[in-house]
């Protein structure tokens, strides 16, 4: 097997509130491959964004690992993860909050490269922009405008290239699409696969929604209040999930065709726990339609179920 | 035939701004009858909460207008009806939930006066003891306890403050609920509770629904007539099976919003968007609306705007399946009109 190109081994952050302890991420391992697509899902709270942002530091994990091409990439230096950032960079979810609204497009995308000092003439640095801005799909005309001026798609199109802006290998896309309406959010997807066969990127692909991710990934990692609970292959994961809580998430997707009409769907109570000062066991146990008493005995470990099939659940 | 609920004939809705007129819907016909919910799909800026809107007479004072057309509910005209009126239309004939649970609600007072405060409007209880009576049973049936009524909305969760705005617009079992995009900001999971919750709660009360939404899967689920919306105008509807039939006999638009969608059942490697953006309404195209994204534009589309075109109830706005539908006849403007 090829030595995956980012990888974490035990990755934990807690942030410190008022009330204790919160555990934001707590303990997750998932190797991504060169070339291919983990896809991250899970509800409001689980985690996701902050495991984004702990993989390309942009946030400072508590403990754990984070291996990229085998080196443990937290415990470089800030001049030498100056270096590493060329190669990882992140798209946000948010395009109307992540553009800084008194820049103009080519300042936005040249802001990475002045940054970085990968190029220095201006005249190759405003190549360079429009050489991104046609990668993207945004005309040239755009090039001085500001992002105010632009509709959700196209300022998600400027995220992207400012994304791609230093050649990255990896990209942690965080929730890129959900704040855009379906026609659009089908063009962006379709970039973000198309921009993946040409250089060959690596995504790590946060989101809520099943459906998107199932499109997009090769790997899927369900994360339940800040661990992983199940992951597998998309096509495993979605063909035979495991986990009661996969379950749950996928029954609860709304199908756009009739045939789940009026059958009646497996509803799961109650909502997330606080991820504050959590009690030991699995997380799920409170909402699970098959807890039972040694699910809040003890943690429960990640067991590979078949290969490369992970989950953790006494089930199994 | 059952009894009609709702009727907007030839709707036209406009927002005037400082620099320009923002046609937002543009000859608008719906119907509900009573007791069914209607799925009202569309894209950001389709005109679908202005619609909505316009129905409770809530657009934005000097900002919005109706210029045009007629909006009936039961016996009564919406559009000269008189703000005295509208007041005692809203919350007990129509209520509306609104997208955003955690704006909606008053953050100063707590969720049961909130309740209280509709029903002390609508109904005459004689005693305290009666509202907070009724109060405690909105809360029961929306599946929280009557317990919390003295707790305040950030005590809540995002799908607890959605039932309890629901609670609030069910207060007076009005006969139509217009639920605009109302489990949008929820998680899948807390959706999928909200939504069998609503949908219990309709038949309970025999409420008829207009659900805005752009998730074509939870139209699927819910609603029994659906009417897909573009650049202000109904450009095709029918009945639940009708649209989600999975044939070819669609408005382009309609086909384009479920190319876009990501199956979970079959793998495909690529999408097919509709290409382009929704039309600037300050400046809408000529003809069809549709015809700068559409894929089957002919000559025709961009001079003269489809007539609707109606065959067993499903009706299309298109000159393309115009001549391609045989079961399909043109809509007389007889035929229209509010008799």
């Not at chain 2, 202005?50 to 057309?69: C, H, M, Y």
């Not at chain 2, 707790?151 to 995002?158: D, I, K, L, M, V």
């Amino acid at each position: 097997m090829n030595t995956p190109l980012i990888q974490t081994q035990d990755l934990k952050k807690y942030f410190r509130t008022p009330g204790g302890l919160l555990h934001a991420v707590d303990g997750v391992n998932f190797a991504v491959e060169k070339g291919k697509t983990l896809g991250v899902v899970g509800e409001s709270g689980c985690g996701k964004s902050t495991l984004g942002r702990l993989v390309i530091r942009l946030l400072e994990a508590t403990e754990g690992k984070v291996l990229y091409n085998g080196e443990n990439i937290l415990s470089y230096s800030d001049e030498k993860m100056l270096e590493m950032r060329k190669k990882m960079q992140i798209i946000f979810q948010d395009p109307y909050a992540s553009l800084n609204p008194r820049m103009t497009v080519s300042e936005i995308i040249a802001e990475p490269v002045k940054v970085c000092r990968t190029l220095t003439k201006p005249d190759d640095i405003l190549e360079k922009v429009y050489e991104l801005m046609e990668t993207v799909g945004l005309a040239d005309r755009f090039v001085n405008t500001y992002p105010h001026e632009l509709d959700g798609g196209r300022r998600q199109r400027i995220g992207i290239a400012r994304a791609l802006a230093l050649d990255p290998e990896f990209i942690v896309c965080d929730e890129p699409v959900s704040a855009l309406d379906v026609s659009i959010q089908a063009q962006v997807l379709n970039l973000l696969m198309d921009l993946q066969e040409e250089r060959g990127l690596t995504y790590m692909f946060i989101t809520h929604n099943l459906s998107v991710v199932k499109h997009i990934s090769s790997g899927i990692v369900v994360m339940y209040l800040g661990q992983c609970v199940e992951s597998a292959l998309s096509d495993e994961l979605f063909d035979d999930p495991k986990h009661p809580y996969t379950n749950a998430l996928l029954s609860a997707i709304p199908v756009p065709n009739l045939s789940r009409r009026n059958k009646r769907r497996e509803v799961i109570r109650g909502e997330v726990t606080s991820p504050i000062n959590p009690k030991p066991g699995c997380r799920f146990a409170v909402r699970c339609p098959y807890a039972k008493p040694e699910c809040t005995a003890e943690d429960i470990p990640l067991k590979e179920i078949s290969k490369g099939h992970f989950v953790s659940c006494v089930l199994y | 035939m059952e009894e009609k609920l709702l009727e907007i004939r030839d709707l036209h809705v406009e927002y005037i701004t400082d620099d320009a007129r923002v046609f937002a819907v543009n000859g608008l016909d719906l119907d509900v009858k009573k007791g069914e919910t209607l799925g009202l799909v569309g894209e950001t800026g389709a005109g679908k909460t202005t619609t909505a809107l316009s129905i409770l007479r809530l657009l934005p004072e000097r900002v919005g207008r109706i210029t045009r057309g007629t909006i009936r509910l039961g016996e009564r005209d919406i559009i000269k009806a008189s703000e005295g009126d509208m007041l005692q239309i809203r919350g007990e004939v129509v209520s509306m939930i609104f997208q955003d649970p955690m704006t909606s609600l008053n953050p100063v007072h707590t969720v049961g006066d909130q309740v209280a405060e509709v029903l002390d409007l609508h109904k005459k209880y004689k005693t305290r003891e009666a509202v907070e009576a009724r109060v405690d049973e909105i809360l029961r049936l929306v599946g929280l306890s009557a317990e919390r009524k003295k707790e305040y909305p950030h005590q809540f969760s995002g799908g607890m403050k959605q039932r309890i705005v629901i609670a609030i617009a069910l207060a007076c079992e009005p006969q139509l609920l217009l639920a605009d995009e109302p489990t949008t900001a929820l998680d899948v999971t807390i959706q999928a509770q909200v939504l069998s919750m609503m949908k219990e709660l309709k038949e309970k009360l025999d409420t008829a629904m207009i659900l805005i939404t752009h998730d074509l899967g939870v139209v699927a689920e819910t609603c029994d007539r659906v009417a897909v919306m573009y650049a202000g105008e109904i450009i095709e509807s029918g009945s639940v099976e009708q649209i989600f039939d999975g044939g070819e006999n669609h408005h382009p638009y309609t086909l384009g919003l479920f190319g876009s969608l990501p199956d979970l059942t079959h793998k495909t490697r690529r999408l097919n968007p509709i290409e382009g953006l929704m039309p600037d309404p300050t400046d809408l195209p000529g003809g069809c609306r549709f015809h700068t994204r559409c894929p089957k534009c002919m000559e025709i589309c961009r001079s003269e705007k489809p007539g609707a075109i109606i065959g067993d109830g499903h009706m299309l706005k298109c000159h393309f399946l115009e001549s391609r539908l045989p079961g399909f006849s043109k809509l007389s403007a007889e035929s229209v009109t509010y008799k």
